[in-house]
């Protein structure tokens, strides 16, 4: 027998040692296709990824796949070194697998390199991630000595070799969070792995319908982890699909008891996890731990005040963090600006156990807060000069570590860096409108300890007494701003003391007390003018501005407001600016010069956008809608209609009383006086809810519409049509069809029809590539969501059938729970019907979420399933064309191109590619064999765009192409095909390729 016959004969024998996978192949038969592609260009590729995503299996796969024996036709083998443990017995553990002999005194990587030699041979070394130093040596010589063997290493860190291809396995694409159905689970191979390993506990085990959103949420929660889905789906044979979902809150514990015959690391997630945490050494296990005290992103700098220390100091740790990363159990992502840093949700939980363990968490947590404390305590100052926006951005994007450091700080007896971190968020709160939310905390911050600093419990009450002013609860504002000005005057804080001033005179402004407002000001004035305190100044001169508009002074408001905006502009205070400009441009209009009143709160409305400054928009559309009202301008609706959301969305009712009157004003210029005096008793009724009257400047026109109505309503109507409007709900007062009743007539003038119609703006939705929204010919901007996450929740719920808060708190705020939950989800979900003009768009019917799909709306996505779904129903070739093609046109692109990169986005890119893939293919067949061959190459030369390496797009061209006539140019495909294959994968073109360039060579 020849040397490379006993190779071949020493390969294949010890290439059956491995036992066959005794399950079928789940989700991964498109990945061995392509990793047998990169494997062919490549002697050395390593799957890398967390415990338990699958690598082995894959590897597995690759090796019984028929194409491996024409890439490796010397036979493959498989060498597992998960139970070695001395790195010294890899190449001897390796040299036994080969079935090489032993030579004493000679080196056992030598000796396979002899055996090897020239052998054309796939070698598979199974997780190396605790011998890498070893593996890497043995494989780097391997490869030196043996130029036609290829390495496929499993580990979950890369080797480190020089032409290493690393091939990450990533989670299983999981079921969207409104999954209601068993077809739309089983579309999935997170599903399909579901049912299979439960099946094999329990035989009468499918997918139904009833428990579809159960299997959905184990799918979820696993996060499309393969070992947790079958740790999960193995509890069927104890548990029902919905008590195993609901028992993975505790998913290390829940989640273990695999097979007798598996390895004690895929038993469990924890024990998965504490394998992974074994072979870290012992700073990157500190690291790892402290890292757990993070409830979603950060960066290095939060990373390196919250982790380094005595035992990890602050310069290695970014070579610790990337080693974390390489390890596969830290993730990191830069969209553009500095890197974040994230654990995967079952990583942190373990994080945190581990942290307890150590007894750290306490030690931890408080760096956590400190640093964030700090953070704002640097941030707070700028967050009114030129760069506000950004400054406003960075403390929003730190949100959940936000709220997480003040839940530290009230659990743990509320330490001063916790008292300064809620004091010092008021002016974000404020800005964004989060008034609620900070509100609860500055009152926390406020009373937690009495013996607090008394700058920074003044600061608490009157932060906590402007946004309760904010949310229109003037008691509670007057209390806590009394309070404060009561404790700056002890202290001698003159800034301290102007700016509650400035807080009472605004809360006697809106209740119409002028005067005292006027008073307030004017003493706030003269403190300011006195420290020769430019900012506070020019607030002072806006508020009297503001106050002498209200009263119809509108010279005295020209003045004080122009002053104002010239400090302002000095100043870059952009919210200031806006403030001025809508004072500006609101006499203007009072006044008749359209023009200018256009200008002004047209660079009011620009300005407040750019900060995303949510009052100042609010307040900037209602003025505008005004305006257009003035002058007759048809959009005067539904600007104001905005302005209602907005300002109902952050709890002003102050203001939405205003809005109210100005809507009434609307309905009486159409002649639908009923409607003008229901929403005007609506206005009533909020003014007398908080206590406060109608600004002189708008009684004349409240009094034209009052006028208006009663001249052509009898006294009975008139009075239904106010009840109505006081009794009623604003959703009801605002919705596409409102009725106002009457009494039924019994003389005298006939009744007018009661039945009025405000049709709502319709909605335009693109989902498939980049993610706009149109309300009308209006495009929703940032200034519109206020924030990301509403933007995020539309497209979740424009995407689904229907959600439960759990699916979508899963979905979008997968590491909150509890208040923390329900309050972001709120907020969220009234941010976003705000957005969306009119918060009957979103349904909750039956505990669950959904966009009402009855009104007029057209989205992208709904026309791709629709198109696909009909395809699918259909028989005739030329209808399921017909509809497929409907398909494909809407697809324009990747889901969600500029959402943010989270599961349930990116595993919905990927259904909807994969179906727009199969959608395409089916085309070209369908138009090809309709002999519409032009265009079935059109579809044919769009896959290829795709991906260039898609051989069979490729042949199908050339066919096209060859019945087309142009055999030439099919030629020219082949051509280009063959270099493209030799050059990316190191292979020729298939059989069937080179059948049909044999067969267009003999009709040429």
Not at 291 to 302: I, K, S, Y
Not at 695 to 708: I, L, M, Q, T
Request: hydrophobic share 45%; net charge negative.
């Amino acid at each position: 027998m020849t040397g490379r016959e006993q190779v071949k004969a020493t390969v294949s024998r010890v290439a059956t040692t491995p036992a066959s996978p005794r399950t079928p192949l789940v989700g991964r038969d498109d990945e061995v296709v392509r990793l047998l592609r990169t494997l062919a260009g490549c002697r050395l590729v390593t799957l890398t990824g967390p415990g338990g995503v699958g690598k082995t299996r894959l590897a597995l796969a690759l090796m019984q796949a028929d194409a491996t024996a024409e890439l490796a036709p010397d036979g493959a083998v498989t060498v597992e070194l998960s139970a070695v443990s001395d790195a010294a017995l890899v190449a001897d553990t390796v040299r036994v697998a080969l079935g090489v002999p032993d030579a004493p005194g000679r080196p056992a990587g030598v000796a396979i390199i002899d055996r090897l030699d020239a052998a054309a041979a796939l070698l598979v070394l199974d997780n190396c991630e605790h011998l890498s130093p070893a593996v890497a040596e043995l494989v780097d010589a391997l490869l030196d000595g043996c130029p036609r063997l290829r390495v496929l290493a499993t580990s979950r860190e890369p080797l480190a070799v020089d032409g290493e291809a690393l091939w990450p396995v990533h989670p299983f694409r999981v079921p969207p969070a409104d999954t209601m159905t068993a077809a739309v689970v089983a579309d999935t191979a997170s599903g399909q792995l579901f049912e299979q390993r439960a099946q094999a506990v329990r035989p009468t085990f499918h997918l139904t319908d009833a428990n579809a959103p159960g299997v959905t949420r184990v799918c979820r929660r696993a996060g499309g982890l393969p070992l947790a889905i079958e740790l999960a789906a193995a509890r069927v044979r104890v548990l029902s699909v919905e008590e195993i979902a609901s028992g993975l809150d505790d998913m290390l514990g829940l989640l273990a008891g695999g097979a007798r015959s598996k390895p004690v690391r895929q038993k469990s997630l924890r024990a998965s996890l504490d394998w992974s945490n074994a072979l870290l050494n012992g700073w990157e296990q500190t690291v790892l731990r402290r890292l757990g005290v993070f409830p979603g992103g950060f960066d290095l700098p939060a990373a390196t005040a919250v982790v380094a220390g005595e035992d990890v100091s602050a310069t290695e740790l970014l070579d610790l963090l990337l080693r974390l990363v390489d390890q596969s159990l830290l993730t990191a992502q830069s969209t553009g600006g500095p890197v974040r840093y994230r654990l995967l949700s079952p990583i942190r939980d373990y994080a945190r156990e581990r942290l307890a363990e150590a007894g750290e968490q306490g030690a931890v947590a408080a760096a956590h807060l400190g640093f964030y404390a700090d953070l704002v305590d640097r941030a707070e100052p700028l967050l009114s000069g030129p760069r506000q926006t950004e400054h406003l951005d960075e403390l929003e994007l730190e949100g959940n570590n936000l709220r997480a450091a003040l839940k530290f700080a009230a659990e743990s007896g509320a330490p001063p860096a916790g008292l300064r971190l809620a004091a010092g968020l008021e002016r974000l709160c404020a800005v964004r409108g989060h008034y609620r939310e900070e509100w609860q905390w500055l009152d926390w911050a406020a009373t937690a300890d009495p013996g607090a600093p008394e700058p920074l419990r003044a600061k608490a009450l009157l932060g906590a007494g402007r946004l309760a002013f904010l949310a229109c609860d003037y008691p509670a504002a007057v209390r806590r701003l009394e309070a404060g000005l009561r404790l700056y005057r002890q202290i001698g804080d003159r800034p301290g003391t102007v700016m509650a001033l400035h807080g009472l005179g605004s809360v006697a402004r809106e209740l119409g007390r002028y005067a005292r407002a006027e008073a307030l000001y004017r003493q706030a004035l003269t403190l300011a003018a006195g420290d020769a305190d430019a900012r506070q100044v020019a607030q002072a001169r806006g508020y009297l501005g503001f106050t002498a508009w209200l009263q119809g002074d509108w010279q005295r408001a020209v003045t004080e407001s122009e002053q104002a905006l010239r400090a302002f502009r000095q100043l870059g205070d952009g919210e200031g600016i806006v403030w001025s400009l809508l004072s500006l441009g609101a006499v203007a209009q009072y006044r008749d010069e359209y023009a200018v009143a256009a200008e002004m709160l047209g660079q009011a409305r620009e300005l407040a956008e750019r900060l995303g400054y949510r009052e100042g928009m609010a307040w900037s559309l209602h003025e505008l809608g005004l305006l257009a009202l003035r002058r007759g301008d048809a959009a005067a609706e539904e600007l104001l209609l905005d302005a209602l959301s907005r300002h109902r969305a952050l709890g002003d009712r102050w203001r939405t009383a205003s809005v109210l009157e100005d809507l009434a004003a609307c309905a009486q210029t159409t002649g639908d006086h009923r409607r003008s005096i229901a929403l005007l008793g609506a206005a009533a009724q909020i003014r007398t809810a908080i206590g406060t009257e109608l600004a002189p400047c708008e009684r004349p026109r409240h009094d034209r519409v009052d006028a208006a109505a009663r001249q052509h309503l009898r006294e009975d109507d008139f009075a239904a049509a106010w009840l109505h409007g006081q009794g009623a709900t604003l959703d009801q007062l605002i919705t596409a069809t409102a009725t106002v009743p009457s009494p039924e007539p019994t003389h005298g003038r006939p009744p007018r029809d009661v039945h009025t119609t405000t049709t709502a703006p319709r909605l335009r939705i693109r989902a498939l590539g980049a993610c706009t929204v149109h309300r009308g010919t209006h495009l929703l901007t940032t200034a519109d969501w206020g924030y990301g996450k509403p933007r995020e929740l539309f497209f979740l719920l424009a995407g689904s059938p229907s959600l439960t808060k759990a699916n979508i708190g899963t979905a979008l705020w997968p590491d909150l729970d509890g208040p923390q939950l329900r309050n972001a989800f709120h907020t969220a979900l009234r941010d976003l019907r705000r957005a969306v003009g009119d918060p009957g768009w979103i349904l909750y019917a039956a505990g669950r979420y959904t966009l009402d799909r009855t009104r007029e709306h057209s989205s992208d996505v709904e026309i791709f399933q629709e198109g696909l779904a009909a395809a699918r129903r259909s028989k005739p070739p030329e209808v399921v064309l017909a509809h497929l093609q409907r398909a494909i046109t809407a697809y324009g692109g990747e889901f969600g191109q500029d959402l943010p990169e989270t599961e349930w986005v990116l595993a919905r890119r990927v259904e909807f590619a994969d179906a727009a893939t199969r959608a395409l293919s089916q085309v070209g067949r369908l138009l090809a064999a309709a002999d519409r061959y032009d265009e079935a190459a059109e579809i044919y030369r769009r896959l290829i765009e795709r991906d260039p390496l898609d051989e069979a797009a490729n042949r199908h061209l050339m066919i096209c192409l060859s019945r087309l006539g142009e055999v030439g140019q099919a030629a020219q495909r082949y051509q280009q095909l063959t270099e493209l294959l030799r050059t990316e994968l190191g292979v020729g073109p298939s059989p069937e390729t080179r059948a049909v360039h044999q067969r267009l060579q003999a009709a040429d």
